[in-house]
Nanobody, 123 residues
């Protein structure tokens, strides 16, 4: 399975971006697709995830109310709508895939990874 992430860019604080992650194969209903991020010098941190079958979602506390993850079946894709962006959101964002619950935040428990897309939030 290959994951292709896109949609990153430069945006001012308070602005919005929409990230997309396209899977090379159609996910099973038990598959979760999600996003992690890594800022320079920091560890990877979980952002959000969604279950392909039942659309259960799970968010890190620091993005609740600002980010929304959604599924687009026709394109085997998930999107991450990011609003009210803050300087601290600057990072490379990676999409990932696992079989099982989306409520898993440990990087090692996600099996497939995309190449990442860079999000830079400026003041």
């Amino acid at each position: 399975v290959q994951l292709q992430a896109s949609g990153g860019g430069l945006v001012q604080a308070g602005g919005s971006l929409r990230l997309s992650c396209v899977s090379s194969t159609r996910p099973f209903s038990s598959t979760a697709l999600g996003w992690f991020r890594q800022a320079p010098g920091n560890e990877y941190e979980f952002v959000a995830a969604i279950n392909w079958g039942d659309l259960r979602t799970y968010y890190a506390d620091f993005v609740k109310g600002r980010f929304t993850i959604s599924k687009e079946s026709a394109e085997n894709a998930v999107h991450l709508q990011m609003n009210s962006l803050k300087l601290d959101d600057t990072a490379r964002y990676y999409c990932a895939r696992r079989v099982g619950s989306p409520r898993v935040t440990r990087r090692a428990d996600w099996n497939n990874w995309g190449q990442g897309t860079l999000v830079t939030v400026s003041s």
